[in-house]
């Protein structure tokens, strides 16, 4: 029984432990840090709003997003500046290193941080938008495109505090400043020289976030720079335009492969794979669809030259549609956001003669001789087995034939075949 009763209270007080609500080990904090280098795109956007879960998960003091981009599409910086203006904890935007910019989409990003910095030798503007999907706005949609972008941007500049004339002009006049010229007139908080400094000078700044006031202590805090996981760095390679054109030109390649080489399996599926990548690529870049039709009228003409006598009038036309095709597939004043002539003129020369050497295969082989069966027999040499007159038997291609022929001839006399008749063959004697 007192074993009982010993086992009974070491279970109770085992019990009473567990219960008590002891202080877990302080855990170090730290600062979690985010790198953008590139155009604003569909796969920036996801990275920015993975990125500002994964700070909160890691208890961060913040998170800084240190930025060099040209700009980019318009709801990919609206994405990113609603997951910026309602994360739970603070977000610092820094452009750096010295040399980088902050362009057109980067500007509204900018002013939508709880703390905006600069390095030295960096600048921020240009944040007229622009018309994407092909061909120029006309005025009236300008003017509205124009309008929404100031009134967006005012509302921001307005929430955080920051200047609101200027921003307007960043819009309609597209100018730009150093970072001077941004700090003195409160388009940014402060200059940073890098990383250090910035944790160093924003530590004690109290910034306003959805759920209350919070106090940064960043001064000597750790950094961890959080990466790109495996689905963002794939959506970043498909959202480079260079990219998808090349995949767009293997999936026509592939496809006119398979179908005019029934059974061949792999550059069908290659073709189709590659399309829907280079489409699904197309949805998150600016493209003008004058550009693919092009693109398909060029590779129209190739094939056409081979049908139609042009004397090469087609293939040049096909030459000029694919090229300006290329050129025009991507519009935007964003290098990063269209296909490299360096990559569009050697993609152009290797796919028309790809089309002009399959195509020509392809008719040689239609115009070719049969090789085999019955019909692949006309013309062949022989050796009469027996005496044809007019009817006996022949050996051919190692086979004995029935044959006959319009003039008599002598066994193991040599012979041509003139024409098939089902399973009878007409004949000649061979001519020396």
């Known amino acids: 029984m007192e074993r009982k009763y010993i086992f009974l209270i070491l279970f109770l007080l085992g019990v009473f432990l567990l219960s008590i609500p002891w202080p877990l080990p302080a855990q170090k904090k730290q600062v979690d840090v985010i790198k953008i280098n590139d155009a604003i795109t569909p796969a920036t956007a996801d990275f920015i709003s993975k990125s500002i879960e994964q700070a909160v998960k890691n208890r961060a003091e913040c998170l800084v997003i240190q930025m060099d981009t040209p700009g980019g599409l318009d709801m990919s910086m609206r994405d990113i500046v609603k997951d910026i203006m309602n994360a739970d904890i603070p977000i610092i935007v820094y452009v750096s290193p010295s040399g980088a910019r902050a362009a057109s989409a980067g500007v509204f990003i900018t002013i939508a941080a709880d703390i905006a910095a600069m390095a030295p030798g960096t600048n921020i503007g240009a944040a007229h938008p622009v018309a994407v999907g092909g061909g120029k706005m006309d005025r009236t949609m300008s003017e509205k495109v124009v309008n929404d972008a100031v009134a967006y941007i005012q509302s921001i500049a307005e929430k955080k505090g920051r200047n609101a004339k200027w921003a307007e002009q960043a819009v309609r006049e597209s100018v730009s400043i150093t970072e001077k010229e941004a700090l003195k007139i409160k388009i940014i908080d402060l200059i940073a020289k890098d990383l250090t400094d910035l944790l160093e000078k924003i530590d004690g700044k109290t910034i306003e976030k959805p759920r209350g006031k919070i106090k940064l202590a960043t001064k000597g805090l750790r950094t961890n720079v959080l990466e790109m996981g495996f689905r963002q760095r794939f959506l970043a390679v498909l959202s480079n335009p260079n990219i998808a054109y090349i995949l767009m030109m293997i999936g026509l390649a592939g496809l006119y492969f398979e179908l005019s080489n029934p059974g061949a ?62 050129i025009m597939l991507f519009e935007s004043p964003i290098p990063a956001l269209r296909a490299s002539l360096t990559i569009i003129i050697p993609t152009v020369l290797f796919t028309a003669a790809f089309f002009f050497i399959a195509v020509t295969m392809a008719l040689k082989a239609q115009l070719a001789k049969p090789a085999t069966g019955s019909e692949g027999l006309v013309g062949e040499i022989g050796v009469a087995q027996t005496q044809l007159n007019p009817e006996g038997k022949v050996f051919i291609h190692g086979e004995f034939w029935n044959a006959y022929t319009d003039e008599a001839i002598e066994a193991r006399e040599k012979i041509r075949v003139l024409k098939t008749e089902g399973l009878k063959l007409k004949v000649e004697k061979l001519k020396n």
Do not use: D, M
């Open 265 to 326: 399996i792999f550059p069908g599926v290659i073709g189709s794979i590659s399309l829907i990548l280079a489409f699904f690529a197309f949805r998150t870049l600016p493209v003008n669809y004058a550009g693919v039709l092009l693109i398909l009228l060029g590779v129209f003409l190739f094939v056409a030259e081979i049908k139609v006598a042009s004397y090469g009038l087609l293939t040049i036309g096909g030459l000029v549609s694919l090229t300006l095709g290329s």
